[in-house]
């Protein structure tokens, strides 16, 4: 397993942009593909988008494509994600998660269930 630190998130207003960040311990952070969910109050924890443990693939749920952007530094153990045109329906705890078995090139890569480490998760606050 992988430890995993969220940070970035706050209060923006509607069309504004943050960018959050998932610090990670451990050497074989480049060997994990990463992945961020969501989870607004009521509601299931959702799909985000996820990325390779090399950078090459990239996936996104349909409602944040061309809107939100997830990038790695492998040399600073990081996974980032850039969120742009944010609206009050992205707002939601937000959570990084690790995943060790090659989800992100299989068709279960937006199960939560099939990632096995995840962090504290960061706010992310949209006004009206």
């Known amino acids: 397993q992988v430890q995993l630190v969220e940070s970035g998130g706050g209060l923006v207003q509607t069309g504004g942009s943050l960018r959050l960040s998932c610090a990670a311990s451990?050497?074989?952070?480049?060997?994990?593909?990463m992945a961020w969910f969501r989870q607004a109050p009521g509601k299931e924890r959702e799909f985000v988008a996820t990325i390779s443990s090399g950078g090459e693939i990239t996936l996104y749920e349909d409602s944040v494509k061309g809107r939100f952007t997830i990038s790695r530094d492998n040399a600073k153990n990081t996974v980032y994600l850039q969120m742009n045109s944010l609206g009050p329906e992205d707002a939601a705890i937000y959570y990084c998660?690790?995943?060790?078995?090659?989800?992100?090139?299989?068709?279960?890569?937006?199960?939560?269930?099939?990632?096995?480490?995840w962090g504290r998760g960061t706010q992310v606050t949209v006004s009206s």
């Open positions: 451990g050497r074989t952070f480049s060997t994990y593909g």
């Open positions: 998660a690790a995943d060790a078995n090659g989800l992100v090139s299989s068709d279960l890569y937006s199960d939560a269930r099939g990632y096995a480490c």
